[in-house]
């Protein structure tokens, strides 16, 4: 069975840029995270969805981000215009319906904004 | 609100030793699951070993094992015959169960294993 898949692995851009992360979970898995990860810290939730419902955007900052999940099932992360303070790790899990599930993460987007 | 916290930012143990990572939380909810959480430098996040709240049994998995205090609200990650391998950074993470599904995170402990 495949993993999550995120891409791109690394992004490198200038501040005031816009950038896209994409993130493919495990078929099946109804809930999608979109966490951040600062240096050194543990993630952050940024939004979950279940299905195409984002169910929790409370810590997302809608002014310069946005999420979609288009029939949920893949799902992608914008930040528009970037800022030197949005370089971090931007992680996606997923998991699938039930209590006993736990998630399961991608491997990460390292973003730099220089 | 739910807080997790990790006191230890760095821990070493020499190889086949054991060592024992702390976590406390904070919660007024008493249905929830406690989970111990590896991202090695790949950065890819692992499921180490989890806890439901409602069994008294501490859990095990291989050389892992939990001490689950739930009146202290401690949870420790005991790690047996230390491998080389285990090397990474450790989250705690708790996770309610009122349907939300929502995972807080400590802020980790850096393990490194010494040869």
């Known amino acids: 069975e495949a993993g999550v898949v995120q891409s791109p692995r690394y992004k490198i851009i200038e501040k005031k840029q816009p950038v896209a992360f994409w993130c493919n979970p495990i078929s099946g898995h109804n809930t999608l995270y979109w966490y951040l990860q600062n240096l050194g810290q543990g993630p952050e939730l940024l939004i979950r969805y279940e299905n195409e419902e984002a169910v929790d955007d409370s810590q997302l900052p809608k002014d310069r981000f946005s999420a979609e999940r288009l029939k949920g099932v893949d799902s992608t992360l914008k930040i528009q215009p970037a800022e030197l303070g949005d370089s971090a790790v931007y992680l996606c899990a997923s998991r699938p319906p039930g209590f006993l599930y736990e998630q399961y993460f991608g491997p990460g987007t390292r973003l730099t904004v220089t | 609100a739910q807080t997790v916290t990790q006191s230890q930012p760095e821990m070493s143990v020499q190889e086949a030793e054991t060592v024992t990572l702390s976590c406390t939380y904070d919660t007024s909810e008493s249905d929830y699951y406690l989970f111990w959480y590896k991202q090695p430098p790949s950065r890819q996040m692992i499921l180490v070993i989890r806890q439901e709240a409602y069994k008294q049994q501490n859990a095990t998995e291989n050389r892992f094992s939990v001490n689950f205090q739930k009146a202290a609200k401690s949870f420790s990650l005991k790690i047996s015959d230390s491998q080389l391998g285990d090397a990474a950074m450790y989250f705690c993470?708790?996770?309610?169960?009122?349907?939300?599904?929502?995972?807080?995170f400590g802020t980790g402990t850096r393990l490194k294993v010494l040869a």
């Open positions: 993470a708790y996770r309610t169960n009122s349907g939300t599904y929502k995972y807080i």
